[in-house]
């Protein structure tokens, strides 16, 4: 279920860029720069009380102007509906405002984000990466990031072993 | 354990673990002040109460928490990036790995995101069959959960009780499947096996037996003065910061907010059952594991309503390019022999487009986030793991507690690392 896709608009005019729907669910374009205007306005007002972002997610889009899209998925405890927001950023200025003031819960999504995607939450607490180490080399999930990784574990020294085979 | 170095060392503002404010020692100022100062503490990754590999520092004032800071990554596989390279039907083995102790709830989330993107029903069957699964699944998550817990935080015996039904669970599910563990039970468009008529038998009497069991569980623990004064007032969270940390499942209803998938979204046969939604007051560990106790009846009353109501008919829809056809057929039929190929070689083809779709696995909302770009792999899967999201709170749930009580606040979310970090 989803609120009515006009309603985005009218309250929006100027941040929303498009509206879609698809497979019953809502999908609102925004400005990357109104990012969290416009989720606080989702949260706070009452038509909506969006209170609960249930994820932040990202898609590489590499032929695209605008590279990457940041996916944010809410949800109203109380309405029981749900929408999508989406903001692209373009690899050249890969940085889109954080939404922590909006939702605690986002801390650790967007530093997922960063960690696996490569894009900067600005004014993030904490940005740092989360699931990989602290000097790894790039971001997996980029479509030009091969699979199997760019030859980073073959450089890894490893434990002297006895010599020859263990009887 | 990792002490802070001598005072005299200056820890830098860009340190990893933030700067520590150092009271002077006692060689440059007043001789009579005790020194006092804070103390990071490391803890695991291996640590026997973290049920995996988690690491947390600890900024300790005395054996008060000022700050955890949980270090993630150490089970990272990353599943979402092999999933790019895989098609439909061959991610379902790799959620098996996601939540192992609750593998069957992973596949179906996953084959549930699946489906809503081609837009097909699976027969009524096996709705209900994947009902009755997901519950006993749920049954079999909890009683993992209370059976460790109270073994972390000091009473041995309920993980005798209750690994003794698990053990039935399990055994049932190998009967089903084969697997006991990763079970790929659940496949796009229905389920791969039928309820046999002696696994319906024994389903039977385990339910009639387990009501008591439950009563024996919570005897254990119910009174027990250890259990109570360690979970009661232990990682509490108000409704409104739960929310806004955007806790699912026990940890966020034992806050008191009435969020559950199955009954805000109802999909399979829940909207077919009557059941109800246990709540907590306090939002503490106590809250949450009668909650959780609560959940495992309300499941058993699910699984015997379903098992009443169970509609004849097949448990997987047969349309060629979605699921293979019946190995009997393959083996006579040249049609379904080229049906098998296609699908072994080529897969499911959904259309293009992105869905999100949540599920309620025993942990919380599991979500998946498909984008297809039209082709017989994802373009991009997300997995919204209830373990992650909850650990992002972390922090904020051990603030002022003990040391001692990071035991039972890593245990409160019933966290399994392979899901949170993927």
Same mark, same amino acid.
């Given at each position: 279920?989803?609120?009515?896709?006009?309603?985005?608009?009218?309250?929006?005019?100027?941040?929303?860029?498009?509206?879609?729907?698809?497979?019953?669910?809502?999908?609102?374009?925004?400005?990357?720069?109104?990012?969290?205007?416009?989720?606080?306005?989702?949260?706070?007002?009452?038509?909506?009380?969006? @209170?609960?972002?249930?994820?932040?997610?990202?898609?590489?889009?590499?032929?695209?102007?605008?590279?990457?899209?940041?996916?944010?998925?809410?949800?109203?405890?109380?309405?029981?509906?749900?929408?999508?927001?989406?903001?692209?950023?373009?690899?050249?200025?890969?940085?889109?405002?954080?939404?922590?003031?909006?939702?605690?819960?986002?801390?650790?999504?967007?530093?997922?984000?960063?960690?696996?995607?490569?894009?900067?939450?600005?004014?993030?607490?904490?940005?740092?990466?989360?699931?990989?180490?602290?000097?790894?080399?790039?971001?997996?999930?980029?479509? @030009?990031?091969?699979?199997?990784?760019?030859?980073?574990?073959?450089?890894?020294?490893?434990?002297?072993?006895?010599?020859?085979?263990?009887? | 354990?990792?002490?802070?170095?001598?005072?005299?060392?200056?820890?830098?503002?860009?340190?990893?673990? &933030?700067?520590?404010?150092?009271?002077?020692?006692?060689?440059?100022? =007043?001789?009579?002040?005790?020194?006092?100062? +804070?103390?990071?503490? *490391?803890? %695991?990754?291996?640590?026997?109460?973290?049920?995996?590999?988690?690491?947390?520092?600890?900024?300790? $004032? &005395?054996?008060?928490?000022?700050?955890?800071?949980?270090?993630?990554?150490?089970?990272?596989?990353?599943?979402?990036? #092999?999933?790019?390279?895989?098609?439909?039907?061959?991610?379902?083995?790799?959620?098996?790995?996601?939540?192992?102790?609750?593998?069957?709830? *992973? *596949?179906?989330?996953?084959?549930?995101?699946?489906?809503?993107?081609? %837009?097909?029903?699976?027969?009524?069957?096996?709705?209900?069959?994947?009902?009755?699964?997901?519950?006993?699944?749920?049954?079999?998550?909890?009683?993992?959960?209370?059976?460790?817990?109270?073994?972390?935080?000091?009473?041995?015996?309920?993980?005798?009780?209750?690994?003794?039904?698990? $053990?039935? #669970?399990?055994?049932?599910?190998?009967?089903?499947?084969?697997?006991?563990?990763?079970?790929?039970?659940?496949?796009?468009?229905?389920?791969?096996?039928?309820?046999?008529? =002696?696994?319906?038998?024994?389903?039977?009497?385990?339910?009639?037996?387990?009501?008591?069991?439950?009563?024996?569980?919570?005897?254990?623990?119910?009174?027990?003065?250890?259990?109570?004064?360690?979970?009661?007032?232990?990682?509490?969270?108000?409704?409104?910061?739960?929310?806004?940390?955007? #806790?699912?499942?026990?940890?966020?209803?034992?806050?008191?907010?009435?969020?559950?998938?199955?009954?805000? +979204?109802?999909?399979?046969?829940?909207?077919?059952? $009557?059941?109800?939604?246990?709540?907590?007051?306090?939002?503490?560990?106590?809250?949450?594991?009668?909650?959780?106790?609560?959940?495992?009846?309300?499941?058993?009353?699910?699984?015997?309503?379903?098992?009443?109501?169970?509609? $004849?008919?097949?448990?997987?829809?047969?349309?060629?390019?979605?699921?293979?056809?019946?190995?009997?057929?393959?083996?006579?039929?040249? +049609?379904?022999?080229?049906?098998?190929?296609?699908?072994?070689?080529?897969?499911?083809?959904?259309?293009? %487009?992105?869905?999100?779709?949540?599920?309620?696995?025993?942990?919380?909302?599991?979500?998946?986030?498909? *984008?297809?770009? %039209?082709?017989?792999?994802?373009?991009?899967?997300?997995?919204?793991?209830?373990?992650?999201?909850?650990?992002?709170?972390?922090?904020?749930?051990?603030?002022?507690?003990?040391?001692?009580?990071?035991?039972?606040?890593?245990?409160?979310?019933?966290?399994?690392?392979?899901?949170?970090?993927?």
């Amino acid at each position: 279920m989803h609120p009515p896709a006009q309603s985005f608009r009218e309250r929006f005019p100027d941040a929303v860029i498009g509206v879609k729907e698809a497979f019953g669910e809502l999908t609102v374009s925004v400005r990357n720069d109104r990012i969290v205007e416009v989720c606080r306005a989702l949260r706070d007002d009452p038509e909506w009380s969006f @209170d609960f972002l249930s994820d932040v997610s990202s898609v590489d889009h590499p032929d695209a102007e605008e590279r990457f899209e940041v996916n944010y998925h809410l949800y109203s405890i109380d309405k029981h509906h749900r929408v999508r927001l989406k903001a692209r950023v373009s690899e050249e200025d890969c940085r889109i405002a954080s939404v922590t003031s909006v939702w605690a819960g986002a801390n650790f999504m967007e530093r997922e984000v960063y960690d696996l995607m490569g894009i900067e939450f600005v004014n993030h607490p904490d940005l740092r990466r989360i699931l990989l180490t602290d000097d790894f080399d790039g971001f997996p999930l980029r479509k @030009d990031y091969p699979t199997e990784g760019r030859g980073w574990r073959s450089t890894f020294e490893f434990l002297p072993t006895t010599e020859g085979p263990v009887s | 354990m990792n002490h802070v170095p001598t005072p005299t060392t200056k820890r830098s503002s860009t340190d990893e673990f &933030g700067v520590i404010e150092h009271v002077p020692d006692a060689n440059d100022g =007043d001789a009579a002040v005790l020194r006092t100062e +804070e103390l990071l503490l *490391n803890m %695991g990754p291996q640590h026997p109460s973290t049920h995996g590999v988690l690491r947390v520092v600890l900024d300790l $004032e &005395g054996e008060r928490i000022l700050k955890a800071t949980p270090h993630l990554g150490y089970l990272h596989r990353g599943t979402e990036k #092999l999933a790019e390279g895989k098609t439909y039907q061959q991610i379902v083995t790799l959620t098996d790995r996601l939540d192992y102790v609750c593998a069957m709830t *992973n *596949n179906f989330a996953y084959v549930r995101a699946v489906e809503k993107l081609l %837009g097909v029903q699976v027969p009524p069957r096996a709705e209900y069959v994947r009902t009755i699964v997901a519950e006993l699944q749920r049954i079999s998550g909890h009683l993992f959960w209370l059976g460790t817990q109270a073994l972390d935080i000091g009473a041995m015996t309920v993980f005798f009780y209750t690994f003794r039904e698990r $053990e039935i #669970l399990i055994e049932l599910f190998e009967k089903l499947c084969g697997a006991r563990l990763t079970y790929s039970y659940y496949k796009v468009g229905g389920v791969s096996d039928d309820l046999t008529p =002696d696994i319906i038998a024994a389903l039977r009497a385990f339910l009639k037996a387990f009501p008591d069991k439950i009563i024996e569980y919570n005897t254990l623990l119910e009174t027990n003065r250890i259990w109570l004064a360690r979970t009661k007032g232990v990682a509490v969270i108000s409704a409104e910061d739960a929310v806004s940390y955007s #806790l699912t499942g026990p940890t966020l209803r034992g806050s008191g907010v009435n969020y559950d998938v199955r009954k805000a +979204e109802p999909y399979a046969a829940y909207a077919d059952v $009557e059941w109800d939604v246990p709540l907590g007051k306090n939002g503490d560990t106590y809250d949450r594991y009668y909650i959780r106790l609560e959940e495992i009846r309300q499941s058993a009353r699910i699984v015997s309503q379903c098992l009443d109501k169970l509609p $004849e008919g097949p448990v997987s829809i047969d349309v060629p390019g979605i699921t293979f056809p019946a190995k009997e057929r393959v083996m006579v039929d040249m +049609e379904s022999l080229i049906h098998h190929f296609k699908m072994a070689c080529e897969g499911i083809r959904p259309p293009k %487009g992105e869905i999100y779709c949540a599920t309620e696995a025993p942990k919380g909302e599991l979500g998946f986030y498909i *984008n297809s770009d %039209g082709g017989n792999h994802p373009y991009r899967l997300k997995i919204r793991s209830p373990s992650f999201v909850h650990l992002g709170a972390f922090d904020h749930m051990a603030r002022g507690y003990l040391i001692a009580d990071i035991v039972t606040i890593f245990g409160t979310y019933d966290v399994v690392m392979g899901e949170c970090d993927r």
